[in-house]
């Protein structure tokens, strides 16, 4: 068997799992993406806005810890 062909199916065997791992991180990326977007949507409908929001993440260390100590 010439090296040539063996060479030609390893990248090809590479290329498909480089292949498969990067559709999986997109498709971890939208679903992600998406799950995100719906909180947001769901905030926005109860009045919320997103500065709202990004302040609760801001603060969301301070938060735990306050109520760890306080159990």
Same mark, same amino acid.
């Given at each position: 068997?010439?090296?040539?062909?063996?060479?030609?199916?390893?990248?090809?065997? +590479?290329?498909?799992? +480089?292949?498969?791992?990067?559709?999986?991180?997109?498709?971890?990326?939208?679903?992600?993406?998406?799950?995100?977007?719906? +909180?947001? +949507?769901?905030?926005?409908?109860?009045?919320?806005?997103?500065?709202?929001?990004?302040?609760? #993440?801001?603060? #969301?260390?301070?938060?735990?810890?306050?109520?760890?100590?306080?159990?």
């Amino acid at each position: 068997m010439p090296t040539n062909l063996i060479i030609l199916v390893a990248a090809i065997v +590479v290329a498909l799992i +480089v292949f498969r791992a990067l559709l999986s991180l997109l498709k971890t990326f939208l679903s992600t993406a998406i799950a995100i977007f719906i +909180v947001i +949507v769901i905030l926005r409908f109860f009045g919320f806005s997103t500065n709202d929001l990004m302040h609760e #993440l801001n603060h #969301l260390g301070q938060t735990l810890q306050h109520f760890i100590e306080t159990k």
